[in-house]
């Protein structure tokens, strides 16, 4: 079984930064993609961000130059750095991870983190 651990969301004026971790912990072989979601009130949940194992990224348009995704193999854990906040990026933010537990043949299994929430003020 994986426990994902987030942390660092609060509240911020717009303009402001934040830093959001999640380190994964408990039955992990591998690793292959990581990535944050966020889901707004009223909103469908959307991909904020992700990075593979070959460190390969994607970001939302809405997020691209303001938020940077890394990954620390060594500990499992990921980072979102969140500059230039705005008052739209408002949400619940939940980290995602794609992983396989015992061994390379192992199916692929996803979890998420019970999420953090992220509030900008205008």
């Known amino acids: 079984q994986v426990r994902l651990v987030e942390s660092g969301g609060g509240s911020v004026q717009a303009g402001g930064s934040l830093r959001l971790s999640c380190a994964a912990s408990g039955s992990i072989f591998s690793i292959n993609t990581m990535g944050w979601y966020r889901q707004a009130p009223g909103k469908q949940r959307e991909l904020v961000a992700s990075i593979t194992s070959g460190r390969s990224t994607n970001y939302a348009d809405s997020v691209k130059g303001r938020f940077t995704i890394s990954r620390d193999d060594g500990k499992n854990t990921i980072h979102l750095q969140m500059n230039m906040l705005k008052p739209e990026d408002t949400a619940v933010y939940s980290c995602?991870?794609?992983?396989?537990?015992?061994?390379?043949?192992?199916?692929?299994?996803?979890?998420w983190g019970r999420g953090t929430q992220v509030t900008v003020s205008s």
């Open positions: 995602n991870v794609w992983h396989r537990s015992a061994s390379a043949a192992s199916v692929p299994l996803s979890v």
